[in-house]
């Protein structure tokens, strides 16, 4: 029974556990609405702003290269024409010189159709950024506009329509509103009046007065007609899509106006056009889904480059629902904060069971690991042991056969000294008998014999100790580096006798045959010299050849 329950519980707080986490962490096992994909092209276009940015950097700068080149006014006026387009989709401040440039070069050739052109540009610029007098300054300081060709009467009536439709948008006091609206209904349909089927703006405005009529399929129909009718720009298909989204959103067809509204979005981000009405609108249709992240994200966004392009009529659509979007992400952070503490809170219950059980096995095996380390121990002070005697076993082994040899042979020499002494003696002559046992010959010769003996098997053991000796002293105090191999001088065997256990300066005075205040000396001066100080000399010397 026991051994059941343990099995159950983790079981059971696993499941608590994804149950929790399963909203908030598998977002990609929801279900996909066709309008995602749309939304994911749309991100990875955000994605790529600085690269869009660089495009734009580079087609202006070779315009400007184009205008210092100019050999005509005209052609100035052109090239201004065309900077002036490109800076109106991302900086209002930039477009705005080149109008004034467009303006100064149009009176400088009293070229009056130059001149409207420019005013138009003015008028679009301050209309842009909710400037709306001075647009209507420009506007109306234009002069004969029935002479404007039919493109570019369209245009100023649809600037008039763009400037009261800013003004119902902003305006507060209801009579003036009803006002601005009958006007802008008015420039409407005067635009739509003087504009042809090939135009753009044909097919836009003659979708928004069907759309004033419920007729919305019919003005999609003919915005969907009109798209393959031809190859379209960025800009165009921004425009196509974004009233072909209102279309669906009059019908109350969400997903479909989510979809269009994003489609343009992603056209205007390529072009790139940073007063993006479609982003906003997508942000909206988020925000109304219950997607308020990535509803956040776009407003953002989209509040950013309002600001960069001064795109007035822009930031005041956005600030009417931006404390709606702001608000609702904060309740969401909240709830995600809320989330997130009830999953912690299951997790350190986890946690702490977890502890306990672990609590519970180093209990048991605690003795165990006792047990273990003492094995450990034993097992290194064994293995520390076991070294000793090998170290021990070959010094034992190698003397021994070496001092077995050395004391036959000195025996021999013993013999032989005593056969020459008796032949000495056998001549009865008593002054050679003396001269030979005052000799020290051959007491110098064994001693020579002795340590050439003593040399070898000591190296023999101990094959490094001179480099190993040395290694302990300063470089300018070093002993014995140039001697050849198998042979020692008396200032290292006192120390290679001290590594054998000799360490009675006494002791090794006699085996040397020197004073004790010599060995003495030598073994200050040595010890002096050491890296690692004086006292540590003899203990570093004794680990010598250890393994």
């Not at 100019?70 to 100035?76: K, L, R, S, V």
């Not at 010599?518 to 100080?533: D, H, P, S």
Request: charged share 25%; glycine share 4%.
């Amino acid at each position: 029974m026991r051994k059941t329950m343990k099995i159950a519980f983790p079981k059971i707080a696993l499941f608590v556990l994804i149950a929790i986490l399963f909203p908030s962490c598998f977002p990609q096992w929801q279900d996909r609405h066709p309008y995602m994909k749309a939304l994911d092209q749309l991100d990875e276009v955000l994605a790529l702003e600085n690269e869009f940015n660089t495009q734009v950097s580079s087609r202006t700068s070779k315009m400007r290269q184009l205008l210092d080149q100019a050999e005509t006014p005209y052609q100035q006026f052109l090239i201004c024409n065309n900077l002036f387009e490109e800076y109106l989709r991302f900086n209002a401040d930039s477009a705005l010189i080149y109008a004034y440039r467009k303006e100064q070069i149009a009176l400088s050739l009293g070229n009056r159709e130059l001149l409207r052109d420019a005013r138009l540009g003015f008028a679009r610029r301050y209309i842009m950024s909710g400037m709306y007098y001075k647009a209507k300054e420009k506007l109306d300081a234009i002069e004969h506009p029935e002479d404007m060709s039919a493109q570019q009467k369209a245009l100023y009536y649809q600037s008039y329509n763009s400037l009261y439709h800013g003004l119902v948008l902003t305006v507060k006091d209801s009579v003036l509103r009803a006002g601005y609206q009958e006007q802008e209904a008015l420039f409407r349909q005067l635009s739509f009046d003087t504009m042809h089927p090939d135009m753009l703006d044909y097919y836009t405005v003659n979708a928004s007065l069907l759309m004033d009529e419920g007729k919305h399929a019919k003005a999609r129909e003919m915005l969907e007609k009109f798209e393959k009718s031809r190859d379209q720009s960025f800009d165009n298909q921004a425009i196509i899509h974004y009233w072909i989204a209102k279309t669906y959103r009059a019908e109350g067809n969400l997903d479909k106006a989510l979809e269009e509204f994003a489609v343009s979005a992603r056209y205007d981000c390529i072009g790139p056009y940073k007063a993006s009405r479609s982003l906003m609108q997508t942000a909206k249709l988020l925000l109304e889904k219950g997607q308020i992240v990535k509803a956040y994200q776009y407003i953002t966004r989209n509040y950013r480059d309002a600001i960069e392009a001064d795109a007035r009529i822009c930031l005041d659509e956005i600030a009417d629902f931006m404390p709606e979007i702001i608000s609702s992400h904060e309740m969401q952070e909240k709830k995600r904060i809320r989330q997130l503490t009830v999953t912690l809170s299951v997790i350190l219950l986890l946690l702490a069971v977890s502890i306990l059980a672990l609590v519970i096995v180093q209990q048991l095996q605690r003795r165990i690991a006792k047990n273990n380390q003492e094995i450990q121990q034993m097992n290194a002070s064994l293995a520390q042991n076991v070294d000793k005697l090998k170290e021990a076993n070959n010094i034992k082994d190698s003397y021994l056969g070496r001092y077995l040899y050395m004391f036959s042979s000195h025996i021999n020499s013993l013999e032989r000294y005593r056969s020459s002494i008796r032949s000495v003696a056998k001549s009865m002559n008593l002054q050679e008998i003396l001269q030979a046992l005052r000799s020290d010959e051959f007491i110098d010769h064994e001693r020579e014999v002795l340590y050439e003996e003593f040399d070898h098997t000591f190296l023999g053991v101990f094959p490094h100790f001179v480099q190993e000796l040395n290694a302990l002293l300063e470089e300018d105090k070093r002993i014995g580096t140039g001697l050849p191999e198998g042979k020692l001088t008396n200032e290292l065997r006192i120390f290679a006798l001290i590594r054998l256990g000799v360490k009675e300066s006494g002791q090794i005075a006699s085996f040397l045959k020197k004073s004790p205040s010599t060995i003495y000396n030598y073994r200050v001066k040595l010890r002096n010299a050491c890296l690692w100080g004086s006292e540590a000399f003899e203990e570093k010397l004794m680990e010598i050849g250890k393994v």
